[in-house]
């Protein structure tokens, strides 16, 4: 994986898509709109990453309770037109 990273940027160097961004694609309004809408959504999402990160950072997790102090749970499940039980014992 490291090979091919080095090789994409190796390859962008060598191209010249390191010190040349792109200026034919902000000379039409268009194109500059979309490049603007790109850069804006990436800076929006790393905001986000950010807030996430720090989220997860300052967490704290709720004490656990004793069982004794747990409520107690009934659980019903519904059935409608059931058949006969194939593991019930005449």
């Known amino acids: 994986m490291a090979a091919l990273f080095a090789g994409i940027l190796a390859l962008a160097i060598h191209t010249g898509s390191m010190t040349d961004n792109f200026p034919q ?15 804006a959504y990436s800076s929006l999402m790393l905001l986000v990453l950010l807030v996430r990160v720090f989220m997860v950072m300052s967490y704290k997790s ?14 019903i499940i519904p059935a409608y037109n059931e058949g006969a039980d194939c593991g019930a014992v005449d």
């Open 25 to 39: 694609l902000y000379a039409t309004p268009l194109g500059a709109t979309v490049m603007m809408s790109i850069a």
């Open 62 to 75: 709720a004490p656990s309770l004793p069982d004794g102090d747990l409520p107690s749970v009934t659980v």
